[in-house]
């Protein structure tokens, strides 16, 4: 629309039709520099701010991109954008020294897995799912006559527990067997941060 008033213009100074407007402007029907300049200045500015404007802000992931576990350290990080964002202690199971070789060792496995599916409703506050066993674990287990197990969780505290002071000795021990547990508020907010899909390593 702006281009074509600035072009009527153009046309209606130059012509002298509106001889109040021109008058002044023109010299012999043809526009004089001064005008001339002011309308290619208006023109680029138009099409200057139409090529400046800002685009729309850019959108965050509320998810984090992976999960490590340190177990030897007894942590846990969440990472995001390739840095840690949240860091956690956690507890594994009674015997927690190497890798997950059969059902019922009371070990967490070692390796990459993948964070698949979730429970709201566990016997464990919360509980998500690592992808434990995967193929080699069932074809160690398999070649060595035993089940691999499985059922490995990240998940809160017992869901009976309602002492603090119970809680409280729970998060300075391990307890599980073979699972990675947190507290029920840091579970919270691993729900919310850790999409099903999530890749994650565990450590020695």
């Given at each position: 629309?702006?281009?074509?008033?600035?072009?009527?213009?153009?046309?209606?100074?130059?012509?002298?039709?509106?001889?109040?407007?021109?008058?002044?402007?023109?010299?012999?029907?043809?526009?004089?520099?001064?005008?001339?300049?002011?309308?290619?200045?208006?023109?680029?500015?138009v099409?200057?701010g139409?090529?400046?404007?800002?685009?729309?802000?850019?959108?965050?992931?509320?998810?984090?991109?992976?999960?490590?576990?340190?177990?030897?350290?007894?942590?846990?990080?969440?990472?995001?954008?390739?840095?840690?964002?949240?860091?956690?202690?956690?507890?594994?199971?009674?015997?927690?020294?190497?890798?997950?070789?059969?059902?019922?060792?009371?070990?967490?496995?070692?390796?990459?897995?993948?964070?698949?599916?979730?429970?709201?409703?566990?016997?464990?506050?919360?509980?998500?799912?690592?992808?434990?066993?995967?193929?080699?674990?069932?074809?160690?287990?398999?070649?060595?006559?035993?089940?691999?197990?499985?059922?490995?969780?990240?998940?809160?505290?017992?869901?009976?527990?309602?002492?603090?002071?119970?809680?409280?000795?729970?998060?300075?021990?391990?307890w599980?067997?073979?699972?990675?547990?947190?507290?029920?508020?840091?579970?919270?907010?691993?729900?919310?941060?850790?999409?099903?899909?999530?890749?994650?390593?565990?450590l020695?």
């Amino acid at each position: 629309m702006f281009l074509r008033w600035f072009f009527l213009g153009v046309r209606a100074a130059s012509s002298g039709v509106d001889g109040r407007l021109s008058r002044g402007w023109s010299t012999g029907g043809r526009l004089q520099p001064p005008l001339i300049l002011l309308l290619v200045a208006l023109l680029a500015a138009v099409l200057q701010g139409g090529c400046a404007s800002k685009p729309p802000p850019a959108t965050t992931s509320p998810y984090v991109d992976q999960v490590l576990v340190k177990k030897a350290e007894r942590s846990m990080e969440l990472h995001k954008d390739g840095a840690v964002y949240r860091t956690y202690r956690i507890s594994l199971g009674d015997q927690p020294r190497g890798h997950k070789f059969q059902e019922g060792d009371q070990r967490t496995p070692e390796g990459n897995y993948v964070l698949d599916w979730r429970n709201p409703n566990s016997s464990y506050y919360k509980s998500i799912h690592v992808s434990y066993p995967n193929e080699l674990d069932r074809t160690v287990a398999r070649a060595h006559g035993v089940s691999p197990g499985g059922m490995i969780m990240i998940h809160g505290l017992p869901n009976w527990l309602s002492s603090p002071r119970l809680a409280a000795e729970y998060r300075s021990r391990d307890w599980t067997d073979g699972c990675i547990a947190v507290g029920n508020e840091e579970m919270d907010e691993i729900w919310r941060l850790v999409r099903d899909g999530t890749p994650i390593t565990i450590l020695p």
